[in-house]
């Protein structure tokens, strides 16, 4: 079984920019797709961003599509969620998650794993 642990997550001001790491511990990292994920009280986690196991394909969400980047490295067994111009709205627990494709995460379908998530938080 495959392991997710995300970090990076924090407080910060509207406006401001935080980057989420997802460390992964199992084996075939660069046969598999990755997304990232959030959720807050009271409503259904929501897809942010997905990447396919070569880097060449992402997908964002409408909300976060110019303010967010989502990246891995192969090479660390790493992905990444570079977010910036960051407003209220994007407040809530980020969870990375691993599946087959970019295209199925960014439907909500074929993960396999998730990590246990890491709170942002944005203030104004």
């Known amino acids: 079984q495959a392991q997710l642990l995300e970090s990076g997550g924090g407080l910060v001001q509207t406006g401001g920019s935080l980057t989420l790491s997802c460390a992964f511990n199992?084996?075939?990292?660069?046969?598999?797709?990755f997304g990232w994920f959030r959720q807050t009280p009271g409503k259904e986690r929501e897809f942010v961003a997905a990447?396919?196991?070569?880097?060449?394909?992402?997908k964002y969400s409408e909300s976060v599509k110019g303010r967010f980047t989502i990246s891995r490295d192969n090479a660390k067994n790493m992905v990444y969620l570079r977010m910036t111009a960051l407003k209220t709205e994007d407040t809530g627990v980020y969870y990375c998650?691993?599946?087959?494709?970019?295209?199925?995460?960014?439907?909500?379908?074929?993960?396999?794993?998730w990590g246990q998530g890491t709170q942002v938080t944005v203030s104004s």
């Open positions: 998650a691993s599946g087959v494709t970019h295209f199925q995460i960014a439907t909500g379908l074929g993960m396999n794993s």
């Open positions: 199992g084996r075939l990292f660069t046969s598999l797709a």
């Open positions: 990447i396919n196991w070569s880097d060449s394909g992402t």
